[in-house]
Protein backbone atom coordinates (compact mmCIF):
# COMPACT_ATOMS: atom_id res chain seq x y z
CA UNK A 1 0.00 0.00 0.00
CA UNK A 2 1.44 3.26 -0.94
CA UNK A 3 0.42 6.87 1.32
CA UNK A 4 1.32 9.75 0.53
CA UNK A 5 4.08 8.64 -1.84
CA UNK A 6 5.93 6.00 1.17
CA UNK A 7 5.37 2.58 0.44
CA UNK A 8 3.82 1.33 3.49
CA UNK A 9 2.78 -2.22 4.95
CA UNK A 10 -0.91 -2.87 5.63
CA UNK A 11 -1.67 -2.03 8.85
CA UNK A 12 1.39 -1.01 9.92
CA UNK A 13 0.27 -0.68 13.40
CA UNK A 14 -1.79 -3.64 13.59
CA UNK A 15 1.68 -5.78 12.24
CA UNK A 16 4.08 -3.94 15.13
CA UNK A 17 1.48 -4.66 17.95
CA UNK A 18 0.93 -8.10 16.72
CA UNK A 19 4.56 -8.54 16.35
CA UNK A 20 6.91 -5.27 17.35
CA UNK A 21 9.79 -7.73 18.05
CA UNK A 22 9.71 -7.88 13.90
CA UNK A 23 8.94 -3.95 13.78
CA UNK A 24 11.64 -1.59 12.29
CA UNK A 25 11.38 1.72 12.58
CA UNK A 26 11.10 3.73 9.35
CA UNK A 27 13.08 7.29 8.54
CA UNK A 28 10.61 9.16 6.72
CA UNK A 29 12.14 12.32 4.88
CA UNK A 30 10.23 14.96 2.73
CA UNK A 31 12.29 13.26 -0.39
CA UNK A 32 10.62 10.11 0.45
CA UNK A 33 7.25 11.67 0.73
CA UNK A 34 8.07 13.88 -3.33
CA UNK A 35 5.37 13.14 -5.54
CA UNK A 36 5.47 11.34 -8.59
CA UNK A 37 4.13 13.12 -11.09
CA UNK A 38 5.72 16.41 -13.35
CA UNK A 39 2.93 18.65 -10.87
CA UNK A 40 4.05 17.30 -7.95
CA UNK A 41 8.16 17.84 -9.22
CA UNK A 42 7.35 21.03 -10.57
CA UNK A 43 6.17 21.81 -6.94
CA UNK A 44 8.65 21.28 -5.48
CA UNK A 45 11.36 23.24 -7.29
CA UNK A 46 8.46 26.19 -6.75
CA UNK A 47 8.63 25.70 -2.98
CA UNK A 48 12.12 25.64 -3.14
CA UNK A 49 12.74 28.75 -5.57
CA UNK A 50 9.70 30.90 -3.78
CA UNK A 51 11.21 29.62 0.19
CA UNK A 52 14.90 30.55 -0.78
CA UNK A 53 16.46 33.50 1.09
CA UNK A 54 18.28 34.32 -2.46
CA UNK A 55 14.84 35.27 -4.03
CA UNK A 56 14.32 37.56 -1.17
CA UNK A 57 17.90 39.19 -1.40
CA UNK A 58 17.24 39.22 -4.89
CA UNK A 59 13.69 40.69 -4.95
CA UNK A 60 15.19 43.49 -2.02
CA UNK A 61 17.86 44.53 -3.76
CA UNK A 62 15.76 44.75 -7.56
CA UNK A 63 13.52 47.12 -5.28
CA UNK A 64 16.33 49.31 -4.02
CA UNK A 65 17.63 49.85 -7.09
CA UNK A 66 14.46 50.37 -9.40
CA UNK A 67 13.51 53.18 -6.91
CA UNK A 68 16.77 54.88 -7.00
CA UNK A 69 17.79 53.64 -10.86
CA UNK A 70 14.22 54.85 -11.91
CA UNK A 71 15.25 58.81 -11.27
CA UNK A 72 18.68 58.36 -12.58
CA UNK A 73 18.03 56.63 -15.78
CA UNK A 74 14.69 58.41 -16.26
CA UNK A 75 12.65 55.13 -17.08
CA UNK A 76 10.43 55.82 -14.07
CA UNK A 77 10.40 59.16 -12.56
CA UNK A 78 7.74 58.02 -10.25
CA UNK A 79 8.73 54.75 -9.27
CA UNK A 80 5.80 53.73 -6.68
CA UNK A 81 2.89 53.11 -8.58
CA UNK A 82 4.62 50.99 -11.71
CA UNK A 83 6.69 49.42 -8.84
CA UNK A 84 3.79 48.31 -6.65
CA UNK A 85 2.08 47.25 -10.10
CA UNK A 86 4.86 45.01 -10.92
CA UNK A 87 5.28 43.85 -7.43
CA UNK A 88 1.72 42.57 -7.50
CA UNK A 89 1.06 41.00 -10.41
CA UNK A 90 2.73 37.33 -9.08
CA UNK A 91 1.67 37.47 -5.27
CA UNK A 92 -1.48 35.40 -6.58
CA UNK A 93 0.67 32.83 -8.02
CA UNK A 94 3.06 33.07 -5.10
CA UNK A 95 0.20 32.36 -2.72
CA UNK A 96 -0.75 29.61 -4.50
CA UNK A 97 2.02 27.78 -4.52
CA UNK A 98 2.56 28.62 -0.82
CA UNK A 99 -0.45 26.44 -0.19
CA UNK A 100 0.61 23.86 -2.11
CA UNK A 101 3.79 23.98 -0.44
CA UNK A 102 1.90 23.52 2.63
CA UNK A 103 -0.10 20.69 1.46
CA UNK A 104 2.94 18.76 0.72
CA UNK A 105 4.77 19.32 4.25
CA UNK A 106 1.26 18.31 5.30
CA UNK A 107 1.67 14.98 3.81
CA UNK A 108 5.56 14.34 4.39
CA UNK A 109 3.86 15.02 8.68
CA UNK A 110 1.10 12.50 7.79
CA UNK A 111 3.84 10.02 6.67
CA UNK A 112 6.08 10.44 9.38
CA UNK A 113 3.28 10.41 12.30
CA UNK A 114 2.41 7.24 10.36
CA UNK A 115 5.75 5.59 10.85
CA UNK A 116 6.65 7.12 14.54
CA UNK A 117 2.56 5.98 15.32
CA UNK A 118 3.80 2.35 14.56
CA UNK A 119 7.05 2.65 16.09
CA UNK A 120 5.51 3.85 19.48
CA UNK A 121 2.50 1.27 19.10
CA UNK A 122 5.87 -1.45 19.16
CA UNK A 123 7.41 -0.17 21.88
CA UNK A 124 4.33 0.03 23.88
CA UNK A 125 3.65 -3.44 23.36
CA UNK A 126 7.04 -4.93 23.90
CA UNK A 127 6.96 -2.81 27.47
CA UNK A 128 3.16 -4.48 28.42
CA UNK A 129 5.28 -7.99 27.32
CA UNK A 130 7.98 -7.19 29.95
CA UNK A 131 5.76 -6.24 32.40
CA UNK A 132 3.94 -9.61 32.06
CA UNK A 133 7.05 -11.22 32.03
CA UNK A 134 8.31 -9.79 35.44
CA UNK A 135 4.71 -9.65 36.80
CA UNK A 136 5.44 -13.90 36.25
CA UNK A 137 8.57 -13.73 37.51
CA UNK A 138 7.48 -12.01 40.68
CA UNK A 139 4.71 -14.91 40.82
CA UNK A 140 7.66 -17.18 40.51
CA UNK A 141 9.58 -16.17 43.40
CA UNK A 142 6.50 -15.58 45.89
CA UNK A 143 6.10 -19.67 44.73
CA UNK A 144 9.84 -20.26 46.09
CA UNK A 145 9.62 -17.71 49.06
CA UNK A 146 6.65 -19.80 50.12
CA UNK A 147 8.71 -23.22 49.68
CA UNK A 148 11.71 -22.27 51.03
CA UNK A 149 9.60 -20.94 54.01
CA UNK A 150 7.70 -23.90 54.34
CA UNK A 151 10.69 -26.82 53.70
CA UNK A 152 12.79 -24.21 56.58
CA UNK A 153 10.04 -24.65 58.46
Known sequence: MTQHGVQVPESEATLAKTSPNLHVPRLVLSRDV???GALDRIADVVNK?????WLFVGITVGIVVWL???NVIGFDRTPWPLLLT??????LSI???LQVSANRAQAASDARAEADHAT??????LGRKQLEILDGQNEVLAILRRAATATSA
Not at 49 to 53: K, Q
Not at 86 to 91: A, F, G, K, M, W
Not at 120 to 125: D, F, G, P, S, W
Open 95 to 97: MIS
Open 68 to 70: FAG
Open 34 to 36: AGE
Open 86 to 91: VLNLPQ
Open 120 to 125: LVAIHE
Open 49 to 53: LVGSM
